[in-house]
């Protein structure tokens, strides 16, 4: 079965870098998501996109924040300058059209020293 | 509460015995989605029941939904040493934008 694949699956870095973490999405699927989950706690909305271009995001996806699509398969979420705080695990997902389940990839773990 | 808040946060039980989990959400939806997750993992999808279905079945898995208490359960029947993970449900309730607002999840351990 199709599914969603993410790397790097554990990311390191330190506070001010720039990290970009990679979703190759399945390929017949039109929307894509990013979601955040900090440790031990819900996992939240950062932004959609759809037709290429972000269709909605969340107080979280601020101006360090942004996500790119620059082929037909990649989509990349980059932060600029990393802050403690980002750390997080890092879900991709994408769906096919709507009303039906968001398929979610294994995550990145990103960790800011 | 918050949107897609689970109850309990926290259920053990013996492995055979039956798994309920529930979950209420404040807005109108779409569908309501259940994920699993295991410890450190990704989320895995387990069903979507629509805003105007009351009940779907899938394997040992059984979830119902009443928009009108904007709540919803799942049941796990027959539970197994495998069942043991976190669950969370998912409430779409942006019609066309498919943005998923997750809760707060119920850690399940089942006892061998």
């Known amino acids: 079965e199709p599914e969603v694949t993410q790397t790097p699956s554990h990311q390191v870095t330190q506070m001010g870098q720039e990290v970009i973490l990679r979703c190759v999405p399945i390929?017949?699927?039109?929307?894509f998501y990013w979601y955040r989950q900090i440790l031990g706690q819900k996992v939240e909305f950062l932004v959609s996109?759809?037709?290429?271009?972000?269709?909605?995001k969340s107080e979280i996806f601020d101006d360090q924040f942004s996500v790119e699509r620059p082929d037909g398969s990649n989509f990349t979420l980059k932060i600029r300058s990393t802050k403690l705080e980002d750390s997080a695990m890092y879900f991709c997902?994408?769906?096919?059209?709507?009303?039906?389940?968001?398929?979610f990839g294994n995550g990145t773990r990103l960790t800011v020293t | 509460s918050q949107q897609g808040e689970e109850d309990p946060q926290a259920l053990s039980i013996q492995e055979g015995e039956n798994a309920t989990m529930n979950c209420s959400y404040k807005?109108?939806?779409?569908?309501l989605q259940w994920y699993r997750q295991n410890s450190g993992r990704g989320l895995v999808h387990l069903i979507l029941i629509r805003s105007n279905e009351r009940e779907k079945h899938s394997g040992r898995l059984r979830v119902t939904l009443d928009t009108s208490k904007k709540s919803s359960s799942l049941l796990i029947t027959a539970s197994r040493a495998a069942d043991t993970a976190s669950y969370f449900c998912a409430t779409d309730e942006d019609f066309g934008n498919e943005k998923l607002t997750f809760g707060t999840g119920t850690r399940l351990t089942i006892i061998p």
């Open positions: 390929s017949n699927h039109l929307y």
């Open positions: 996109f759809y037709n290429n271009e972000i269709s909605e």
């Open positions: 807005t109108s939806i779409n569908n």
């Open positions: 997902a994408s769906l096919d059209r709507g009303n039906s389940p968001l398929h």
